[in-house]
T-cell receptor
């Protein structure tokens, strides 16, 4: 079936460096994508989203890039800080005909920021 | 403004027992949903409610029932708990069912022995 996946399960970066977290999706009908951050013991926290009619969107220290040709999504975090250490999930939105939106999540990438 | 509130935070059940997980949101959101999170498997959709009075199955609905009590509240019920239902359960809501981000509660950690 369709799936959302991540290239790397873990990522370690030095404090102050930029981080790039990648995500592959397989459903060409997906029209909306979201990145979430999840800290230990908490629920996922919304970071940034992008619609399929865009290829780039920037937030505060974060940028999401969407490449529909190769079905690839990435999250870039600038000047990574210790507080960025968490698990990051990408999610894709599919709205089947006659149904409400369903959000499908990848398995997550653990980002560790090294001092 | 509390966002999405889930109760209880922790629960231990014996096989065959029943329980209801409660969820309430104060953001006037139309769409509410329940997910379970297991190690290495990300979040999987159990049930969702696109609006008050409607509910639909997600990816893993077996063994669960839901009730959209009103616009604010969406409960998840386990009628006869099984060890395979040991998981962390998250409730989430969004403004609409189309292209708006989900806001999550902090989860209920359920262990079935």
């Amino acid at each position: 079936g369709e799936s959302v996946g991540l290239h790397l399960p873990t990522l370690s970066v030095q404090e102050g460096d930029n981080s790039i977290i990648n995500c592959a999706y397989s459903n060409s009908a997906s029209d909306y994508f979201i990145w979430y951050k999840q800290e230990s013991g908490k629920g996922p926290q919304f970071i940034i989203d992008i619609r399929s009619n865009m290829d780039k969107r920037q937030g505060q220290r974060v940028t999401v890039l969407l490449n529909k040709t190769v079905k690839h999504l990435s999250l870039q975090i600038a000047a990574t800080q210790p507080g960025d250490s968490a698990v990051y999930f990408c999610a894709e939105n599919i709205t089947p005909p006659g149904s409400a939106r369903q959000l499908t999540f990848g398995s997550g990438t653990q980002l560790t920021v090294l001092p | 403004n509390a966002g999405v509130t889930q109760t209880p935070k922790f629960q231990v059940l014996k096989t065959g027992q029943s329980m209801t997980l409660q969820c309430a949101q104060d953001m006037n959101h139309e769409y509410m949903s329940w997910y379970r999170q297991d190690p290495g498997m990300g979040l999987r959709l159990i049930y969702y409610s696109a609006s008050e009075g409607t509910t639909d199955k997600g990816e893993v609905p077996n063994g669960y029932n839901v009730s959209r009590l009103n616009k604010r509240e969406f409960s998840l019920r386990l009628e006869s708990a099984a060890p395979s239902q040991t998981s962390v359960y998250f409730c989430a809501s969004s403004r609409t069912g189309e292209g708006s981000p989900l806001h999550f509660g902090n989860g209920t950690r359920l262990t079935v022995t």
